[in-house]
């Protein structure tokens, strides 16, 4: 395996994804764990990643890396490689021109590992506002920019890289064939990283870990990681793994029915728990959306819990956490600020007495899916837009009725549908419609109305950090705008959400 050390840049996570899309498998891990990386035979390499820092700045990360350094192979990216320079005795000093975005590689030694097979003109993507000035010796320089004489150094007589540039992105044209060069050829990492193995391997790992009788408690969402982790679950233990699906009365339209039989097909063990009532109850009267949460995620807490305890011999809880929820976030640039309380099934293990599994711990969104894929996982289950776990309570905005649910489910419901048979579901990341608390004036055949707004929302994302909302076709929006307000009865105007993330959120509460 391969590990990054994480100095706080934007982009680690996106080294470790185009890492793994070379079948390697790598860690991530914040700086301050480098003293106690110990570097064993299954270590194959290290990456020092980016950072907001400068060397210079008092309280910048500066591990000591004497004890990586010439062991194993280690590519400084950026920041990794301005810090290799630094603690050699080099010299860093603020960039006097712009060194951000585009630039050619200008010189290129071509006997250089790490650069083989890349080309003179090559495009790379500048982002520092630090240049490295003087190398210490021992220190050669392998490619240069016009602007940037460092562009790359290799340090002579051990297998250490520096590179001013950043290869993990897509503007980097030959940015993936240096990272090949380093994680194949010269850290010789085994490139038998695919879903089949990941398969086979977990299934064995579930194995080994969860005792011959113990049960394991799974709650299902009918979205892509509760569902991955419930099929490798199944598949290691069978009918051992009970699988909780719980209606809480805010899914979408025919939701929990479709997905109930959809898991059944898969031969799941599944129960499906129709609780609305016991949530709308406890949402009565409230319009605070951190409140709503709250008594959201409580109820769904005692429904699961009572459930669970249905299920003799219950040992183990599952979830299906995954990579990006369990990376170590570094903060080097005072601390990250939580904006919304996600919900999640916190303190049902401790209460329970249960031990947690997390199958899916170590892999990025897209590796989940091409797991699924692999474990047969339908396509209606494995493209599905995500969901938040409060459903519909947050695109309510104001206080909840079953009344506003039926209206909003039923809009939604035009809008997704609409999507998919326009082809345009794939094309945005999450779309959802949100029921206003306000009405408006309207007329339909000679009488005037005074019905609800509802506002939809289409957004483009990656991760869901950050998003652009979807400029889907006027044509389209007219048809959806069109087809709500004719056949629910209630919305009497359909309006299109411009924002973007930031500073708007993807959800309205
Ligand atoms: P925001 O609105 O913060 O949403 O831009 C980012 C992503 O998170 C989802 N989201 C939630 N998911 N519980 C969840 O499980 C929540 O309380 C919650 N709030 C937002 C949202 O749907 C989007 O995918």
Known sequence: RLIILDFGSQYTQLIARRIRELHVFCEIHPFTHAPNLVI???????????????VREDGAPNPDLSHILGRVPVLGVCYGAQLLAYQGGGEVLPAT????????????????????????????????????KTLPAGYNIIASTPEVAVAAFHIAGQPTYGIQFHPEVTHSTEGKQLLRNFVVEICGCDQSWTPEHFVDSAVEALRNTIGETDQVILGLSGGVDSSVAALLLHRAIGPRLHGIFVDNGLLRKDEFAAVLQAYEGLGLNVTGVAAAPEFYKALEGLSDPEAKRKAIGRTFIEVFDREAHKVEGAAWLAQGTIYPDVIESVSVKGPAVTIKSHHNVGG????????????????????????????????EILNRHPF???????????????????????????????????????????AGAMLLPVQSVGVMGDERTYERVVALRAVTSVDGMTADWAHLPYEFLAEVSNKIINQVRGINRVVYDISSKPPATIEWE
Request: contains cysteine; aromatic residues 4%.
């Open 40 to 54: 064993s035979d299954d270590i194959r390499g290290v990456i020092l990643s980016g950072s907001p820092c400068s």
């Open 348 to 379: 049902l293990p401790e209460k329970m007495h249960l031990k947690v599994v997390e199958p899916l711990r170590m892999l990025f969104k897209d590796e989940v899916r091409e797991v699924g894929a692999t474990l047969g996982l339908p396509g």
């Open 97 to 132: 021109i712009r060194e951000y975005g585009r630039a050619r590689l200008a010189e290129l030694d071509h006997s250089a590992p790490l650069l083989a097979g890349m080309h003179v003109e090559s495009q790379v993507w500048m982002s520092h506002g630090d240049t490295i």
């Open 388 to 430: 938040p776990g409060p459903g519909l309570g947050i695109r309510i905005l104001g206080d909840i009725t079953p009344e506003k649910v039926d209206l909003l489910q039923r809009a939604d419901a035009v809008f997704i549908n609409l999507l998919k048979q326009h082809d345009l579901y794939q094309h945005v990341w999450q």
